[in-house]
């Protein structure tokens, strides 16, 4: 009974003292479904609760879909976000953009109607377990040109580190419930549900 009270007690004050992120495997694991789905008050689509219309894309001056809901929570106030690790899409990989086959070449299951997002390098939801979100393990970013050559295999020696040709590498999906979370071949993940766009911005008075 004391062993139980002594461990409640020192897990009590590890959430006191150090923040309750140490229960959370992940930073949006300590968020929840909620810190990014509104589920009766959505503002976008696929019942987000979040959204980011201020922010502007140096690519082409708009910002829009799924990157512009990633940047309702990952850019500053002052830009339309909520200021939780802030994005600068002036000093970030380009997203927003339709790739360039010259220089990257991925399969068109990571693309979000033809476009490149944020969510073709990262999966967010908390049941993945890759450093960073990441669709591609990366031994905690020991091991990053893993992931690197899932869009630029011609830069990266894969099958000579790691004996993986670009088609084997395993991405991470979650957006298959019919599957169930896990790993999937580069050719077979999804990351785009087809759904109806169903949801209608609330009437302003």
Do not use: W
Not at 35 to 48: D, L
Not at 87 to 95: A, E, G, S
């Amino acid at each position: 009974m004391r062993k139980v009270g002594l461990i409640s007690f020192l897990t009590l004050m590890a959430v006191v003292c150090l923040g309750a992120t140490v229960l959370g495997a992940g930073a949006h694991d300590y968020v929840g479904c909620t810190g990014c789905h509104n589920i009766h008050y959505a503002v976008a689509e696929k019942a987000f609760g979040v959204d980011n219309t201020q922010t502007t894309n140096p690519r082409d001056g708009k910002l829009d879909g799924v990157s512009a809901l990633c940047l309702g929570c990952h850019q500053t106030p002052e830009n339309g976000g909520q200021g939780f690790m802030p994005i600068f899409l002036t000093t970030t990989h380009p997203v927003g953009v339709v790739p360039n086959e010259k220089i990257a070449h991925l399969s068109d299951h990571l693309l979000v109607n033809g476009v490149l997002e944020c969510t073709s390098c990262h999966e967010p939801h908390p049941s993945n377990p890759n450093y960073k979100y990441l669709r591609v393990a990366t031994d905690e970013g020991a091991a990053m040109d893993k992931f690197c050559a899932l869009c630029h295999p011609a830069k990266v020696d894969l099958m000579g580190n790691y004996g993986l040709g670009q088609e084997q590498l395993p991405v991470f999906s979650s957006m298959n419930e019919a599957a169930g979370a896990g790993e999937f071949t580069q050719d077979e993940v999804i990351i785009h549900n087809e759904t109806p766009k169903y949801i209608v911005p609330q009437a302003t008075e």
